[in-house]
């Protein structure tokens, strides 16, 4: 059972720049794609970036294309989000999700395991 706990959210004014991590535990990570989600409130659940296991392929959602990136360390078991130039459109619940072999990256339902998520608060 995979567990995954992140961290790094927060409150931060608009143009700003946030770090997430999301540790891993109870999986050989080096074997999982990584994914970045997010929900803001009453909206359903989205895609922000994926990475296959190896950290070869990168996916980013249209909205975050430029300004976010993912990355990982297969060593540490950690997989990072990079938030450069927040908007108050990133407000959110972040969560991140593993798969191994997951057949739709972009898709959450292609994720069996999920962390408990960080609140990103983007001010205008």
């Known amino acids: 059972q995979a567990q995954l706990v992140e961290s790094g959210g927060g409150l931060v004014q608009a143009g700003g720049s946030l770090r997430l991590s999301c540790a891993a535990s109870?999986?050989?990570?080096?074997?999982?794609?990584m994914g970045w989600f997010r929900q803001a409130p009453e909206k359903e659940r989205e895609s922000v970036a994926v990475?296959?296991?190896?950290?070869?392929?990168?996916y980013y959602a249209d909205s975050v294309k430029g300004r976010f990136t993912i990355s990982r360390d297969n060593a540490k078991k950690t997989v990072y989000l990079q938030m450069d130039n927040l908007k108050p459109e990133d407000t959110a619940v972040y969560y991140c999700?593993?798969?191994?072999?997951?057949?739709?990256?972009?898709?959450?339902?292609?994720?069996?395991?999920w962390g408990q998520g960080t609140q990103v608060t983007v001010s205008s």
């Open positions: 999700a593993a798969a191994l072999g997951a057949w739709a990256p972009l898709d959450p339902r292609a994720y069996n395991d």
């Open positions: 109870g999986i050989t990570f080096s074997n999982y794609d």
């Open positions: 990475i296959s296991w190896s950290g070869g392929t990168k």
